[in-house]
């Protein structure tokens, strides 16, 4: 096994590698930023330090105070998390040439899958389908003219290196086509330095289903089934459920085995998943893959019982996978609830601040990730997501009576969150029946949100 394992992240996904790790006895090391010193990551990791300023530019990516950090703490891994360096192929070839276990797939790898373009050629190598578009990047924006005429609008334009639902723009008419390709590729070129686009038909009404891939280095690929992350805010998603509504058992043997197939083109090793949409009309085509652990990865766990982090580690390790893909059964039903600090009534906007108060859900089949507590003051500097509520239960039902009362108990005060936009979710019609696209948010806001301000305002009494 690893012997310490630096983690170059922060937030609840340090404290859950370092979670895995104790589980382990492997040591960990907790690296933060200015802004982190009083974070849950470096009290609980067996070390932790510095290693620069506020800006993740100056702290969480900066490759040369990571790297020095391992070394002089004696580190045999890092592991990446989600965000920050995950999916930088450079990062991972660097931490191997140091001689240092990168706990994800190797950089050629991420090389491969890391541009959604050249992902998509993979793919569709692998015999994946994938919406139909451009081959490979865009020259210009006279040719994703010519392939926006070909495939017919409305369209999306897509930066290569995008993530986070940036660099991404929806056309709906020729004569917006060139303002659209100009400001998602500036939009590019500031969040990830590289400007390369691509072009897919957008398709209507889709679902977003994804499926967790784990791989080890001995040619073992498995999938651990899907999420559904169709509830989505501006193309980032808000809340993940497995199994889904919208799969037949044989359209899952389907996307799964296409899931397996895209990873094993890659040779891909570690965990990793592979997005897709699913149209209404049960087509389904490849998006990307991410080459990380996930936020919402914890679904899968509660559904299949794993321990994807722990997975990871033994991939990284050498180890072959603890199961098989016969070995691998989903059973009951789980979801997750992103809770950020932000105002759901200012377009989502972060509102980061103080915790003045934390009062977190418990009992059965309930799970919390999250770094916060009492006092905790939530820097501006990072990521929105301040913790991941979870419950499991045996049904859909049941599993979303038992995410309301989780959601009930929360008690998040300092900050405005989307705590009460995702109770309400969990009370819509539409939800509770599993009719839903990635449509959904954009199209029930105003009601819920107005639902919301009538619950405030009877049980404040206010007018
Ligand atoms: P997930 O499905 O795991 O949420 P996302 O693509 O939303 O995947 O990314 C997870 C986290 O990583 C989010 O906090 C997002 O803001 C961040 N992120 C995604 N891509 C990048 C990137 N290229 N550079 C920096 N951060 C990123
Ligand atoms: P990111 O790297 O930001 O996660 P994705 O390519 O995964 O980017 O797309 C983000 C979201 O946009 C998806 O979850 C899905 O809801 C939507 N989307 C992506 N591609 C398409 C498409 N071709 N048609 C319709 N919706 C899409
Ligand atoms: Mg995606």
């Known amino acids: 096994m690893l012997k310490r394992v630096l983690i170059a992240n922060r937030g609840e996904i340090a404290l859950r590698i370092i979670r895995a790790c104790r589980e382990l006895d492997v040591e960990t090391v907790a690296v933060y930023s200015e802004a982190d010193e009083s974070s849950l990551a470096a009290q609980l990791a067996t070390c932790s330090l510095c290693i620069g300023p506020a800006r993740a530019a100056d702290s969480y990516l900066n490759q040369d105070a990571l790297l020095t950090a391992a070394r002089i703490t004696g580190c045999d891994a890092i592991h990446p998390g989600y965000g920050f360096l995950s999916e930088n192929p450079d990062f991972a070839d660097r931490c191997v040439q140091a001689g240092l276990k990168y706990i994800g797939p190797s950089g050629d790898v991420i090389r491969k899958m890391g541009s959604k373009a050249a992902a998509r050629t993979l793919a569709q190598n692998a015999g994946v389908p994938v919406v139909p578009g451009s081959d490979g990047p865009l020259s210009g924006v006279e040719q994703a003219r010519e392939v926006a005429g070909q495939v017919g609008y409305p369209v999306l334009l897509k930066a290569s290196a995008g993530g986070g639902g940036r660099g991404m723009r929806q056309v709906e008419r020729p004569e917006d086509l060139e303002g659209a390709y100009q400001a998602a590729q500036a939009e590019a070129v500031a969040c990830f330095g590289d400007g390369e686009m691509y072009l897919e038909k957008l398709v209507l009404n ?244 107005e639902l919301a301000r009538t619950c405030d305002q009877l049980t404040t009494g206010k007018e």
């Not at 891909?268 to 389904?284: H, R």
């Not at 003045?356 to 990072?382: I, K, S």
């Open 206 to 449: 889709p679902r977003h289903i994804e499926f967790q891939i784990m791989a080890d280095s001995q040619g073992h690929v498995v999938h651990l089934g899907e999420r559904d992350c169709s509830i989505q805010r501006r193309r980032q998603k808000l809340v993940e459920e497995s199994p889904s509504r919208a799969l037949t058992p044989e359209l899952r043997e389907k996307m799964g085995a296409a899931a397996v197939a895209a990873a094993r083109a890659a040779g891909y090793v570690g965990a990793g998943t592979v997005e897709f949409v699913l149209s209404p009309e049960g087509d389904f085509y490849f998006i990307e893959m991410n080459t990380r652990i996930q936020v919402e990865h914890p679904v899968t766990e509660l559904v299949t019982g794993a321990d994807l982090v722990k997975e990871q580690l033994r991939v990284a390790a050498g180890l072959p996978l603890s199961f098989t893909q016969e070995e691998v059964k989903v059973s009951g039903h789980a979801i997750e609830c992103r809770i950020n600090a932000e105002d759901p009534e200012h377009e989502f906007r972060p509102c980061p601040g103080k915790t003045e108060f934390l009062h977190l859900p418990g009992g059965p089949g309930v799970r919390v990730d999250t770094a916060l507590y009492t006092g905790y003051e939530v820097p501006p500097y990072y990521d929105s997501l301040v913790a991941k509520v979870l419950v499991h239960a045996p049904t859909r039902l049941e599993a979303i009576r038992r995410m309301r009362r989780a959601l009930e108990e929360l008690v998040i005060e300092g900050y405005p969150t989307n705590a009460a936009l995702a109770h309400l979710i969990m009370h819509d019609p539409e939800f509770v029946r599993g009719q839903y696209d990635t449509g959904f948010l954009d199209g029930h806001l105003e009601k819920l949100l």
